[in-house]
């Protein structure tokens, strides 16, 4: 049975960091619908994407249908033990490179994973215990590997460094409402399995775009991760790609698609559950076939081409996409377009809500000892890197004198 958006989606603060303030039209909003009792019809397509999922993640140990092994639970203890284990502190000092701006999508990937990843991650924040509190993020970073944990456990610290870096759970609605207006990219309903989808229009965007434009994409996706429903063991997301008006001016370039792959693989790994290019032009296929080499097989494969013109395509996307969540001009009976007046008072509902549950949740994790301890580890041990420099220099000076 599908996943509407009539269920308690009610999002996860592991997925939620707190950053910035609640803006005030989300706060003066008497909007009826809210994270913790949505209230959006049942099996309709609706004016709004579905509420975040703030319900604490289970251990997999309690998520059915997981069909994990022994052995394979016990590299998730593992890797969770590890990532406990790290001292947290208060704030870790920015240092953010400056870029340039490139295509539409380039704000996803507009640091390189190489500006960020040969940084060892030696502490977290509270944000980032929240977000790796999940243990389905360290589950998809184990199977992405195969299972092999010292590749998982290299990469979920490179995607901390560049989170940390790139800060996209942080992105206020704010910063990116205008941009949204255009109705490039948006998230509506979920598909059989429960997997939010998430529409991309790029023949809304000019072939040139501002910051704004770049960071609303990754806006979009961390707003999608949050409303997956956690507790369910879901944790992938539905791309539908409508290339309707895309023209070959709107290509991105050869050096952006290598970005592409790479923030995709490496820093959200197997988040794709499927992806289907709707309606793509003739001369979409050598761009296709450049990136193809690139994916990983597994996220190659999960990529489907169709034409909502021929019966039998339609009908197979069909069977995975519900009919009320497939707009009307791709052959489903959703009839509702992007409202931006709509969609985004309730974004800001939904931004408000969890910065109010963020806030509150971290709140708590200050009085919890287990938390507290890790704290005073993280001050201890900046003191001993503070006096390595005067070690090292107090034994070169013996070793000289000797």
């Given at each position: 049975m599908a996943l509407v958006e009539g269920e308690a989606f009610v999002g996860s603060a592991a997925n939620t960091p707190a950053c910035g303030a609640v803006s005030k039209a989300a706060s003066d909003s008497d909007m009826a619908t809210s994270c913790s009792s949505p209230a959006l019809p049942k099996n309709v397509c609706a004016n709004t994407g579905p509420p975040p999922f703030l319900a604490p993640s289970p251990p997999l140990e309690f998520v059915d249908g997981l069909n994990l092994t022994d052995a394979q639970l016990a590299k998730v203890r593992a890797l969770r033990a590890l990532v406990d284990a790290l001292?947290?502190?208060?704030?870790?000092?920015?240092?953010?490179?400056a870029v340039k701006d490139k295509g539409w999508l380039s704000g996803?990937?507009?640091?390189?994973?190489?500006?960020?990843?040969?940084?060892?991650?030696?502490?977290?924040?509270?944000?980032?215990?929240?977000?790796?509190?999940?243990?389905?993020?360290?589950w998809?970073?184990?199977?992405?590997?195969?299972?092999?944990?010292?590749?998982?456990?290299?990469?979920?610290m490179q995607t901390i460094a560049w989170r940390r870096n790139r800060k996209p759970h942080c992105i206020h609605p704010d910063d990116v409402k205008a941009t949204a207006?255009?109705?490039?990219?948006?998230?509506?309903g979920f598909d059989i399995h429960g997997h939010p989808i998430v529409y991309f229009k790029p023949g809304r965007e000019p072939a040139q775009s501002t910051k704004a434009a770049q960071e609303y994409t990754l806006y979009t996706m961390e707003k999608a991760i949050q409303s997956i429903n956690k507790a369910k063991g879901r944790d992938q997301l539905v791309?539908?790609?409508?290339f309707t008006g895309f023209s070959i001016t709107q290509v991105p370039s050869m050096d952006l698609s290598k970005e592409v792959v790479n923030i995709l693989n490496d820093h959200y790994t197997d988040i794709l559950a499927k992806a289907y290019m709707l309606d793509a032009p003739s001369y979409f296929d050598a761009?296709?076939?450049?990136?193809?080499?690139?994916?990983h097989p597994l996220t190659a494969s999960k990529v489907e081409f169709i034409q909502t013109s021929n019966k039998k395509q339609l009908a197979k996307l069909m069977e995975h996409i519900p009919a009320e969540f497939l707009e009307e001009s791709l052959g489903g009976s959703c009839g509702v377009?992007?409202?931006?007046?709509?969609?985004?008072?309730a974004e800001d509902k939904y931004h408000a809500d969890i910065a109010r549950h963020t806030k509150d949740t971290i709140a708590k994790m200050k009085e919890d000892e287990a938390f507290i301890g890790r704290l005073q580890t993280a001050t201890s041990l900046?003191?001993?890197?503070?006096?390595?420099?005067?070690?090292?220099?107090?034994?070169?000076?013996?070793?000289?004198?000797q």
């Open positions: 001292p947290i502190v208060e704030e870790i000092p920015e240092e953010a490179p996803l990937f507009s640091r390189s994973s190489s500006n960020v990843t040969k940084k060892e991650v030696r502490e977290l924040t509270w944000e980032e215990v929240l977000w790796l509190a999940n243990d389905l993020v360290l998809r970073y184990l199977r992405s590997y195969s299972w092999d944990q010292n590749q998982a456990q290299q990469q979920l207006a255009r109705g490039s990219v948006y998230r509506k791309f539908l790609v409508d761009v296709w076939k450049f990136v193809k080499v690139m994916l377009v992007y409202d931006h007046q709509k969609y985004w008072m900046q003191l001993a890197a503070a006096q390595e420099p005067l070690l090292a220099k107090s034994t070169t000076e013996t070793s000289e004198e």
